[in-house]
């Protein structure tokens, strides 16, 4: 069974600061997801990683995926407040089975 | 294009009734799976749904059950509910089932008194 964990749960960070968000899923996996999730509001994806290797950018945001560890990244550099919200990730292990998500990482930005 | 919606937004129940709950994907996906969101629980799959079918079911309760329609619309009903069923319900649609990129709508708000 597909098990997913996250750290930190928590993340509290000064502005212009990095971090990293740290993702492990327990078995093989065809894909790996990240989703924001602001305060009341539903998942915004952000970014879908495919394959061993596979790095992926948008803005302050880096997300990257070793299948060999069964490891993902979010890396987060110089730490705007914008960016505060809850960070999810997602695994599925094949492509007919269900999305199984880590307990997010609910992360603040502070001057 | 629009994005998935969902109604209601809102609901507020009492325990023992029961709720329907509806979602209409983006148009031209025919998957469409619906999720459960509380705090302590966090995001777990209900059901997945293709070509009006149930494809993949997650570990609820029989009270908790689903359809949809050839139009690729579904809702999800919930029977004789507890306190428990108050949750964030989120509904997402890909274009098709297996490995598609999901797209979530805002969520349907059930609080359960």
């Known amino acids: ?111 | 294009k629009a994005g998935v919606t969902q109604t209601p937004r809102y609901l507020i129940k009492t325990r023992g009734q029961q709720v329907t709950l509806s979602c209409s994907p983006i148009s031209g996906h025919r998957s469409v799976s619906w999720y459960q969101q509380t705090p302590g629980q966090g995001l777990q799959f209900l059901f997945e749904y293709f070509s009006e079918t149930q494809r993949n079911k997650g570990n609820f309760p029989g009270r908790f059950s689903g359809r949809q329609f050839s139009n690729s619309r579904s809702e999800m009903n919930v029977s004789t509910l507890e306190l428990g069923d108050s949750a964030l319900y989120l509904c997402a649609s890909s274009l098709s089932t297996g490995g598609y990129e999901q797209y979530f709508g805002p969520g349907t708000r059930l609080t359960v008194t």
């Open chain 1, 1 to 111: 069974e597909l098990k997913v964990e996250q750290n930190p749960l928590f993340l509290s960070m000064q502005e212009g600061k990095n971090y990293t968000i740290y993702c492990n899923y327990s078995t093989t996996s065809d894909r790996l997801y990240w989703y924001r999730q602001d305060p009341g509001k539903s998942l915004e994806s952000l970014f879908v990683l495919l394959s061993n290797g596979a790095v992926k950018q948008e803005g302050r945001l880096m997300a990257s995926l070793d299948t060999k560890a069964r490891l993902s990244t979010l890396h987060i550099t110089a730490a705007v407040h914008d960016l505060s919200a809850t960070y999810f990730c997602a695994a599925e292990d094949s492509g007919n089975t269900p999305l199984v998500f880590g307990k997010g990482t609910r992360l603040s930005v502070i001057a």
